[in-house]
C-alpha cells in the first residue's frame, strides 16, 4: 500500500510517498516559500531526477497542485492508496487519528487559534486532497493525540478554573507522533515489553521530552504551545512567566513582537548570538568562542533537568532514548545530558556514544553494560508512523510491527 503522506506549515508542505509495507521511500519532496517571493519546489523520485522548481506559489492550494501534478501526472508510475495529513493540533477532540470528513476540517480549523501556523494550511491541502482526488481517502494525525493520556495532574495549569475553561488551557504537548514511534521501536527492540518505562528524546530545532510509561504517555516538557520546556534552536522554552509582563510593562515592544523573540530569537541563537544550527555552534565552540560553549552546554542542561522531571513523573527509567537532529547525531549533547548522572544509573560508553551511526535507521545502544538504563540512539520517522496509522484506519489493522 502506498500512502502520501503531507506535512503542511505555515509556508511549506513535505511530501514523502511510502510503500507502507516495505517503508520504501518512492518519492519525496518539499514546497517552500508559499506566499512568499520565489516560491520553491525540490523533490526526488526513486530512481528518477532530482528537481527543483521556482515559481510563485500564492497558497496551499497551489502548492498542492504541484505535488498532485508531479504524483499523478507527468507519466509517474504511482499507485497512491490514500493520504495522511499530519495535524498538529487535535486539542480536545482527537485522541487518535482518524479518517477524514467534513465534519473533521470543522474540527481541525476551530482548533486553529491554538496552533495557527500550522492547522489553518493543513486544512486547505486536506480540503485540495479531497476535492481532487474524492474517491481516496484522508486519514489526519495529530501531534497531540499521544499525549490525551497524561494525567490530569501533569496536564492542569495552576490557574482559575474559569480561566482554563474559558480559553481552554491545558498541557496538548506536541512532537506525539515522532514519541509514539520511539516508544514502539523501544518495544519491539526489547521484544515487545509492555512494562517499560521510556524516557523519549526528541531533540532538534524543536526539542521535547516525553515520559513513556507502559506505552503511554504521561508527560511531556511542551505545554499548550511548543514554546514550553527545552531550550530550542529558536525558541526560549520555560522561562518565569513574570519576565514576559515585566518585559512588556517596561519596554515598547509589543505582545506579537515578544511572541516572535521568544520563538524564533531566543534559544540556540539568543544564547550564542550566532545561529540556531547547533553544527555551526559546535563548530565555533571548538575555536574558542565562550558564548558558543556557554549555548551547547545551556542547551544540554536543558534536556539534563528536564530528564530529571520527566523520570520523576513515571516513577523511574528503563530506557532513555536519543532522537531527532540533536539526538541522532550529536555526541556531545549526549554526553552533557547524562553527564553527572551516573549515580542514577545514566552511564554513557563513551566509544559507542561517539560511534553511534543512525545512517540505516538502525537502533544504536550507547550505555555502558553496568548502566541500569538502556540508552539509545533511535533514528525518528514521523512519516512511516504516519503511513502506518494510515493503513491502520483504512484497513483496520491491529497490529503496527515494523
Ligand atoms: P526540526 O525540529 O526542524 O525537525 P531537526 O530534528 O532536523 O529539527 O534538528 C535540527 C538540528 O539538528 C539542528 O540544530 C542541527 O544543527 C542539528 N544537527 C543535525 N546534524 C547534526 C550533527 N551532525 N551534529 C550536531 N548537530 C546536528
Not at 487518535?96 to 476551530?110: F, N, Q, S
Not at 481532487?132 to 484522508?138: R, T
Not at 514576559?244 to 540556540?268: C, F, H, P, R
Request: charged residues 20%; negative net charge.
Amino acid at each position: 500500500m502506498n500512502i502520501l503522506t503531507l506535512n503542511s506549515g505555515s509556508s511549506s508542505i513535505k511530501f514523502k510517498l511510502i510503500q507502507v509495507e516495505s517503508h520504501e521511500v518512492l518519492a519525496k519532496g518539499v514546497c517552500e516559500r508559499i506566499g512568499l517571493s520565489k516560491g520553491q519546489f525540490s523533490y526526488e523520485i526513486k530512481g528518477g531526477p532530482s528537481n527543483k522548481e521556482l515559481s510563485y506559489l500564492p497558497d496551499h492550494n497551489a502548492a498542492a497542485q504541484l505535488i498532485f501534478d508531479l504524483l499523478f501526472k507527468q507519466d509517474a508510475p504511482y499507485q497512491i492508496d490514500g493520504f495522511a495529513h499530519r495535524v498538529v493540533m487535535g486539542g480536545y477532540y482527537f485522541n487518535d487519528a482518524v479518517i477524514i470528513d467534513y465534519h473533521t476540517i470543522d474540527k481541525i480549523r476551530e482548533l486553529a487559534p491554538l496552533a495557527p501556523l500550522h492547522n489553518y494550511p493543513a486544512a486547505s491541502v486536506i480540503e485540495a486532497c479531497m476535492s481532487h482526488y474524492p474517491s481516496l481517502s484522508n486519514v489526519a494525525i495529530f501531534d497531540t493525540a499521544f499525549h490525551t493520556t497524561i494525567p490530569d495532574k501533569s496536564s492542569d495549569y495552576a490557574l482559575p478554573r474559569d480561566i482554563i475553561e474559558k480559553f481552554k488551557i491545558k498541557r496538548y504537548g506536541a512532537h506525539g507522533i515522532s514519541h509514539r514511534f520511539v516508544s514502539m521501536r523501544v518495544k519491539e527492540y526489547f521484544d515487545n515489553a509492555d512494562e517499560l518505562k521510556i524516557l523519549s528524546a526528541h531533540i532538534g530545532n524543536g526539542a521535547s521530552l516525553c515520559a513513556i510509561k507502559h506505552g503511554d504517555s504521561v508527560n511531556t516538557t511542551m505545554g499548550f504551545t511548543p514554546l514550553e520546556g527545552l531550550v530550542m534552536g529558536t525558541r526560549c522554552g520555560s522561562i518565569d512567566p513574570a519576565i514576559v509582563t515585566y518585559i512588556l510593562e517596561n519596554s515598547s515592544l509589543s505582545a506579537s513582537e515578544l511572541n516572535e523573540i521568544m520563538n524564533q530569537k531566543s534559544g540556540l541563537l539568543g544564547l550564542s548570538g550566532l545561529s540556531s544550527d547547533l553544527r555551526d555552534i559546535v563548530e565555533e565552540a571548538h575555536k574558542g568562542n565562550a558564548q558558543c560553549q556557554h549555548a551547547i552546554e545551556a542547551y544540554s542542561d536543558s534536556v539534563k533537568c528536564n530528564m530529571g522531571s520527566m523520570v520523576f513523573s513515571m516513577g523511574g527509567c528503563d530506557v532513555l532514548a536519543f532522537t531527532a537532529g540533536v539526538g541522532e547525531n550529536s555526541a556531545i549533547v549526549r554526553t552533557l545530558a547524562c553527564s553527572g548522572l551516573e549515580e542514577l544509573g545514566f552511564i554513557i560508553d563513551e566509544e559507542k556514544n561517539q560511534n553511534a551511526a543512525i545512517g540505516n535507521g538502525e537502533i544504536s545502544v550507547i550505555s555502558a553494560p553496568e548502566s541500569q538504563v538502556h540508552i539509545l540512539v533511535i533514528p525518528t520517522n514521523e512519516e512511516l508512523m504516519m503511513a502506518m496509522d494510515a493503513k491502520r484506519l483504512l484497513y483496520g489493522y491491529q497490529s503496527l510491527e515494523f
